[in-house]
């Protein structure tokens, strides 16, 4: 019985997972780093200025673990969330990386 228990949870949460990537690609803001300026040495974050494909140039806030995951610098191309917080980057499952 617990089994049946652990995989009904597990495919309920891999679904949920699914669905959340689904509704966070599915109408992206892409853009390239143009200019980055590291917060409290790079252990803060990042603030970036992302000029997106529309042509707008937005400011951005990249945490420390997407920028060293996704080995970003100016020029790598990001996708552009909007948060209660404000606008986040993060990368792509495809992306260009600038080199």
Known sequence: MIGYVELATTILLFIAFLA????RLRSPDRG??????S?????GGYRAKVRLYSGELVEVYISPCVACAGKLSCGSEVIVHRTRQ???ASTPLACSRKG
Request: overall charge negative; some cysteine; glycine content about 16%.
């Open 20 to 23: 959340a990537e689904i509704y």
């Open 32 to 37: 390239r780093i143009v200019e980055c300026e």
């Open 39 to 43: 917060i409290a040495g790079g252990l």
């Open 86 to 88: 404000g606008l986040v």
